[in-house]
């Protein structure tokens, strides 16, 4: 499995079981090899990035989700750059 295979099966993920803000970023293979290590972003059409969530890893030889940030704080830690960032996002949605 490449890099953008992990990224592509975390995004579906994403889609599955988050809100459409969050994205999968670069996938970096792991020091033992076996998983890929995909940061969680918040971002934005057009304004990019706001910044890293949690994390999800992912098996090298299938596109198996080994584990991930739990929902719940991937969420609280999307609200707080949401908050930080908000005149940002809203000026550039209004």
Do not use: C
């Not at 990019?48 to 030889?61: A, E």
């Not at 704080?73 to 908050?83: D, M, P, T, V």
């Amino acid at each position: 499995m490449t890099a953008q295979q992990a990224q592509a099966a975390v995004n579906q993920f994403i889609s599955d079981y988050i809100s459409d803000r969050f994205t999968a970023d670069q996938a970096q293979l792991a020091i033992t090899g076996e998983v890929w290590q995909v940061p969680l972003i918040l971002a934005y059409p057009t304004i990019g990035s706001l910044g890293q969530v949690g994390f999800v890893l992912v098996s090298t030889s299938s596109e198996t989700i080994l584990s991930h940030t739990p929902f719940d704080e991937i969420k609280q830690a999307g609200l707080r750059l949401y908050e930080a960032n908000r005149d940002a996002v809203q000026t550039h949605f209004s």
